[in-house]
Protein backbone atom coordinates (compact mmCIF):
# COMPACT_ATOMS: atom_id res chain seq x y z
CA UNK A 1 0.00 0.00 0.00
CA UNK A 2 1.41 3.65 -0.41
CA UNK A 3 0.07 7.30 -0.09
CA UNK A 4 -0.92 8.82 -3.44
CA UNK A 5 -2.36 12.32 -4.05
CA UNK A 6 -4.82 12.84 -7.02
CA UNK A 7 -5.84 16.17 -7.88
CA UNK A 8 -9.90 15.38 -8.74
CA UNK A 9 -12.32 18.00 -9.90
CA UNK A 10 -10.36 20.93 -8.01
CA UNK A 11 -9.82 19.05 -5.00
CA UNK A 12 -6.94 17.03 -3.79
CA UNK A 13 -7.33 13.70 -2.22
CA UNK A 14 -4.77 11.39 -0.65
CA UNK A 15 -5.99 7.29 -0.49
CA UNK A 16 -3.93 4.72 0.92
CA UNK A 17 -4.06 2.20 -1.47
CA UNK A 18 -2.23 -0.81 -3.69
CA UNK A 19 -0.98 1.52 -6.55
CA UNK A 20 -1.59 -0.97 -9.37
CA UNK A 21 -5.38 -0.34 -8.15
CA UNK A 22 -7.22 1.17 -11.51
CA UNK A 23 -8.05 4.76 -11.73
CA UNK A 24 -11.80 3.61 -11.68
CA UNK A 25 -11.63 1.96 -8.55
CA UNK A 26 -10.47 4.81 -6.73
CA UNK A 27 -12.85 7.00 -8.15
CA UNK A 28 -15.71 4.89 -7.63
CA UNK A 29 -15.06 3.03 -4.26
CA UNK A 30 -12.86 5.43 -2.27
CA UNK A 31 -13.73 8.97 -3.76
CA UNK A 32 -17.35 8.18 -3.88
CA UNK A 33 -17.19 9.53 -7.25
CA UNK A 34 -19.85 7.23 -9.05
CA UNK A 35 -20.14 9.24 -12.77
CA UNK A 36 -17.52 6.91 -14.18
CA UNK A 37 -18.71 3.26 -14.66
CA UNK A 38 -16.97 0.08 -14.67
CA UNK A 39 -18.12 -1.37 -18.25
CA UNK A 40 -15.88 -3.69 -19.82
CA UNK A 41 -12.92 -3.21 -17.53
CA UNK A 42 -10.94 -3.39 -20.67
CA UNK A 43 -10.42 -0.53 -22.27
CA UNK A 44 -12.90 -0.97 -25.07
CA UNK A 45 -16.50 0.51 -24.35
CA UNK A 46 -15.22 3.91 -22.96
CA UNK A 47 -18.31 3.84 -19.34
CA UNK A 48 -15.18 4.40 -17.29
CA UNK A 49 -14.01 7.72 -19.20
CA UNK A 50 -12.75 10.61 -17.16
CA UNK A 51 -10.80 13.22 -18.57
CA UNK A 52 -6.86 14.29 -17.22
CA UNK A 53 -5.71 17.40 -18.65
CA UNK A 54 -7.72 17.97 -21.26
CA UNK A 55 -7.72 14.27 -22.83
CA UNK A 56 -10.28 11.69 -22.75
CA UNK A 57 -8.77 8.60 -20.34
CA UNK A 58 -10.12 5.03 -19.88
CA UNK A 59 -9.67 5.11 -16.39
CA UNK A 60 -10.47 0.71 -16.19
CA UNK A 61 -7.21 0.38 -17.14
CA UNK A 62 -5.28 3.01 -15.79
CA UNK A 63 -2.97 1.73 -12.54
CA UNK A 64 -3.39 4.99 -10.18
CA UNK A 65 0.07 5.70 -9.55
CA UNK A 66 0.56 6.28 -13.07
CA UNK A 67 -1.73 9.57 -13.04
CA UNK A 68 0.14 12.70 -12.14
CA UNK A 69 -2.14 15.29 -13.93
CA UNK A 70 -5.72 17.01 -12.64
CA UNK A 71 -8.44 14.85 -13.19
CA UNK A 72 -12.00 15.34 -14.15
CA UNK A 73 -14.98 13.23 -13.84
CA UNK A 74 -18.41 13.71 -14.78
CA UNK A 75 -19.35 15.37 -10.82
CA UNK A 76 -17.13 18.05 -11.95
CA UNK A 77 -19.07 19.01 -15.32
CA UNK A 78 -21.60 21.17 -13.15
CA UNK A 79 -20.05 24.73 -12.13
CA UNK A 80 -21.91 26.17 -9.20
CA UNK A 81 -25.40 24.33 -9.70
CA UNK A 82 -25.63 25.32 -13.61
CA UNK A 83 -25.22 22.09 -15.76
CA UNK A 84 -22.76 21.96 -18.52
CA UNK A 85 -23.95 22.75 -21.81
CA UNK A 86 -23.29 19.30 -23.08
CA UNK A 87 -25.39 17.94 -19.99
CA UNK A 88 -28.55 20.41 -21.07
CA UNK A 89 -28.06 19.70 -24.38
CA UNK A 90 -28.40 15.80 -23.41
CA UNK A 91 -31.69 16.81 -21.13
CA UNK A 92 -32.89 18.91 -24.21
CA UNK A 93 -32.46 16.19 -26.62
CA UNK A 94 -33.42 13.00 -24.36
CA UNK A 95 -30.43 11.37 -25.10
CA UNK A 96 -29.76 8.41 -22.52
CA UNK A 97 -31.81 5.43 -22.61
CA UNK A 98 -30.74 3.14 -19.76
CA UNK A 99 -28.03 5.33 -19.10
CA UNK A 100 -25.30 2.92 -18.53
CA UNK A 101 -22.31 4.11 -21.29
CA UNK A 102 -23.84 7.93 -20.91
CA UNK A 103 -21.01 8.60 -18.35
CA UNK A 104 -18.91 8.01 -20.92
CA UNK A 105 -20.15 9.97 -23.82
CA UNK A 106 -20.49 12.92 -21.69
CA UNK A 107 -16.95 12.71 -20.74
CA UNK A 108 -15.77 12.07 -24.68
CA UNK A 109 -18.16 14.67 -25.82
CA UNK A 110 -16.27 17.27 -23.53
CA UNK A 111 -12.63 16.83 -24.06
CA UNK A 112 -13.38 16.99 -28.14
CA UNK A 113 -15.58 20.15 -27.69
CA UNK A 114 -12.28 21.11 -25.85
CA UNK A 115 -9.83 20.51 -28.24
CA UNK A 116 -12.47 21.48 -30.95
CA UNK A 117 -15.36 23.70 -29.94
CA UNK A 118 -16.48 23.45 -34.14
CA UNK A 119 -16.30 19.98 -35.18
CA UNK A 120 -17.77 18.84 -38.80
CA UNK A 121 -20.37 15.90 -38.43
CA UNK A 122 -17.09 13.55 -39.30
CA UNK A 123 -15.19 15.08 -36.51
CA UNK A 124 -17.77 14.49 -34.00
CA UNK A 125 -18.19 11.08 -35.30
CA UNK A 126 -14.58 10.54 -35.26
CA UNK A 127 -14.02 11.61 -32.23
CA UNK A 128 -17.00 9.70 -30.66
CA UNK A 129 -15.57 6.42 -32.09
CA UNK A 130 -15.44 4.01 -29.77
CA UNK A 131 -17.22 5.17 -26.99
CA UNK A 132 -20.32 2.06 -27.13
CA UNK A 133 -23.96 2.32 -26.62
CA UNK A 134 -25.88 -0.75 -26.06
CA UNK A 135 -29.14 1.52 -26.86
CA UNK A 136 -28.07 2.87 -29.84
CA UNK A 137 -28.55 6.42 -28.54
CA UNK A 138 -25.51 7.43 -31.29
CA UNK A 139 -28.31 9.74 -33.45
CA UNK A 140 -29.18 11.76 -30.30
CA UNK A 141 -25.76 11.85 -28.93
CA UNK A 142 -24.45 13.67 -32.28
CA UNK A 143 -27.83 16.01 -32.23
CA UNK A 144 -26.91 16.88 -28.32
CA UNK A 145 -23.20 18.03 -29.81
CA UNK A 146 -24.73 20.08 -32.31
CA UNK A 147 -26.90 21.45 -30.48
CA UNK A 148 -23.88 22.50 -28.27
CA UNK A 149 -22.10 23.78 -31.46
CA UNK A 150 -24.72 25.64 -32.88
CA UNK A 151 -25.68 27.84 -29.43
CA UNK A 152 -21.96 28.31 -28.73
CA UNK A 153 -22.21 30.13 -32.64
CA UNK A 154 -25.45 31.60 -32.24
CA UNK A 155 -24.09 33.37 -28.32
CA UNK A 156 -21.08 34.31 -30.13
CA UNK A 157 -22.91 36.19 -33.07
CA UNK A 158 -25.14 38.05 -30.76
CA UNK A 159 -21.78 38.85 -28.44
CA UNK A 160 -20.18 40.37 -31.98
CA UNK A 161 -23.64 41.79 -32.74
CA UNK A 162 -24.24 43.33 -29.10
CA UNK A 163 -20.47 44.85 -29.52
CA UNK A 164 -21.33 46.48 -33.13
CA UNK A 165 -24.33 48.11 -31.86
CA UNK A 166 -22.38 49.63 -29.21
CA UNK A 167 -19.53 51.40 -31.38
CA UNK A 168 -22.32 52.34 -33.52
S1 LIG B 1 -15.07 -0.04 -18.45
FE1 LIG B 1 -13.32 1.03 -19.09
S2 LIG B 1 -13.41 0.97 -21.25
FE2 LIG B 1 -15.06 -0.31 -20.62
S1 LIG C 1 -27.93 4.40 -23.10
FE1 LIG C 1 -27.91 2.29 -22.68
S2 LIG C 1 -25.89 1.66 -23.19
FE2 LIG C 1 -26.01 3.70 -23.87
Known sequence: MSVISLSVNGAVHEVDIDPATPLLYVLRNDLGLR?????????QCGACTVIIDGAAVRSCQLPTAAVSGNITTLEGLAQNG???????????????QCGY???GQLMTAKALLDRNPSPTDAEIREGMEGALCRCMTYYRIHAAIKRVVSNAATALF???SDKTEAQV
Do not use: K, Y
Open 35 to 43: GPRFGCGLG
Open 82 to 96: ILHPLQQAWIDEQVP
Open 101 to 103: CQN
Open 158 to 160: IDA
